[in-house]
């Protein structure tokens, strides 16, 4: 195995994937890439900080010439510094990726691009109204790799 792609949103449920990756990882000489994928059009966002509020961080954003996307993938990228951080004590080569679109249509997609020998994905995504999560189960009936559910 030369290569393990976790799906990391920043949840609890990531974090025991990312664990678990980073554990494989280790043990098997393995690269670790790591993806996060922002929805754009996601409600949950808008839901998350309501309707007003959504409205001006867009207007906010177009102000200041930035658009949801790059915010989207600012938020991205944090999350997975903190990810990478969380691996400090594995000594591990760590592929940090964000991508904007469909979570398990992207995390299927980077599968292939990183050329994965195994996905690892939690049971649940940060959004937990999306109860597998459904995420997690559209990866481990769509995705072409093998699939590791972490508990």
């Known amino acids: 195995m030369k290569s393990i792609l976790v799906a990391f949103d920043g949840s609890d449920d990531s974090m025991k994937a990312l664990k678990v990756g980073a554990e494989l990882a280790s043990r098997l000489g393995a690269k670790l ?3 996060y ?3 754009i059009g ?3 966002f808008r839901d998350l900080i309501g309707e007003t509020e959504f409205r001006e961080v867009l207007e ?3 102000r200041e010439g930035k658009d949801l996307p790059d915010l989207l993938s600012e938020t991205g990228k944090k999350v997975l ?3 990478s951080a969380a691996l400090a004590d594995y000594n591990l080569e760590v592929e940090q990726i964000v991508k904007l679109g469909h979570p398990a249509e992207e995390i299927i ?5 990183v050329d994965a020998d195994i996905v690892v994905v939690g049971p649940h995504s940060e959004r ?3 109860v597998m999560g459904s995420v997690g189960r ?5 995705c072409s790799r093998s699939v590791l559910v972490a508990r």
Do not use: G, M
């Open 81 to 83: 510094q903190s990810a």
């Open 109 to 113: 997609k980077t599968a292939e691009e």
């Open 128 to 130: 937990k109204s999306l």
């Open 37 to 39: 994928v922002s929805h």
């Open 33 to 35: 890439s790591l993806v």
């Open 138 to 142: 559209e990866v481990v009936e769509r």
């Open 60 to 62: 906010t954003l177009k």
């Open 42 to 44: 996601d409600a949950h």
